[in-house]
Nanobody
């Protein structure tokens, strides 16, 4: 059974960088044809795809967030990470990692002004 777990600070100050890590168990982030995504859902809004780590080491980003987003991975730890820079209160959301089928439980990140 594949499980994903997000971790990182729940409170970030405006203009700082939000950093989250997703730890995967039950599968490898290098499994052929796998994509590992970050998705967020602001309060009262629809989910928003942020970007993804491809099994071969490529990264893909939502064009609307690309200038502020960096996704990386640590294959030795079976983790992939998100950094979102220059955050504002509009980046307040529940952040999820996703395997394409399974979801992490989500982590609330609040950006203070």
């Amino acid at each position: 059974q594949v499980q994903l777990q997000e971790s990182g600070p729940g409170l970030v100050k405006s203009s700082q960088t939000l950093s989250l890590t997703c730890t995967v168990s039950g599968d490898s982030i290098t499994t052929t044809n796998s994509y590992w995504s970050w998705i967020r859902q602001p309060p009262g809004k629809a989910p928003d795809w942020i970007g993804a780590s491809h099994y071969a080491g490529n990264y893909y980003y939502n064009p609307s967030l690309q200038s502020r987003t960096s996704i990386s991975r640590d294959t030795s730890k079976n983790q992939f990470s998100l950094q979102l820079s220059a955050v504002t209160p509009e980046d307040t959301a529940v952040y999820y990692c996703n395997s394409g089928r399974e979801w992490g439980q989500g982590t609330q990140v609040t950006v203070s002004s």
